[in-house]
């Protein structure tokens, strides 16, 4: 199973940017489904954005709408999420997360779903951000 590691979170102030990072073990971005997970304190887990190679899908949450990128760097095996325009509704540990074993399509929405419920396929260990003046 592909090992991921989290980084990049801090405590930021409102307003600020941040990109976290994701670290693969193996070359995997490309045949997965990914995606960033956030778990804010007394809230469900949330898929925030997801993204898909596998059936050229996208799906992002109305929370992070325009605020939010997914990008990657296959020669790192790394993944990045650019958040904008914190606010404190955005404290919470992120965690990255991709997959192979969804099957119904379209498979970014289906993974962001099934991941707020479960640890399905292979996850880093969590990052914190926290957004407070």
């Known amino acids: 199973q592909v090992q991921l590691v989290d980084s990049g979170g801090g405590l930021v102030q409102p307003g600020a940017s941040l990109r976290l990072s994701c670290a693969a073990s193996?070359?995997?971005?490309?045949?997965?489904?990914i995606g960033w997970f956030r778990h804010a304190p007394g809230k469900e887990r949330e898929g925030t954005f997801c993204i898909s190679s596998r059936d050229d899908s996208k799906y992002y949450a109305d929370s992070i709408t325009g605020r939010f990128a997914i990008s990657r760097d296959n020669d790192k095996n790394t993944m990045y999420l650019q958040i904008s325009s914190l606010t404190p509704e955005d404290t919470a540990v992120y965690y990255c997360?991709?997959?192979?074993?969804?099957?119904?399509?379209?498979?970014?929405?289906?993974?962001?779903?099934?991941?707020?419920?479960?640890?399905?396929?292979?996850w880093g260990q969590g990052t914190q951000v926290t957004v407070s003046s």
């Open positions: 997360a991709l997959d192979k074993s969804v099957i119904q399509h379209p498979f970014a929405l289906r993974f962001c779903e099934a991941g707020a419920r479960a640890d399905i396929g292979s």
């Open positions: 193996e070359f995997a971005l490309d045949d997965h489904t």
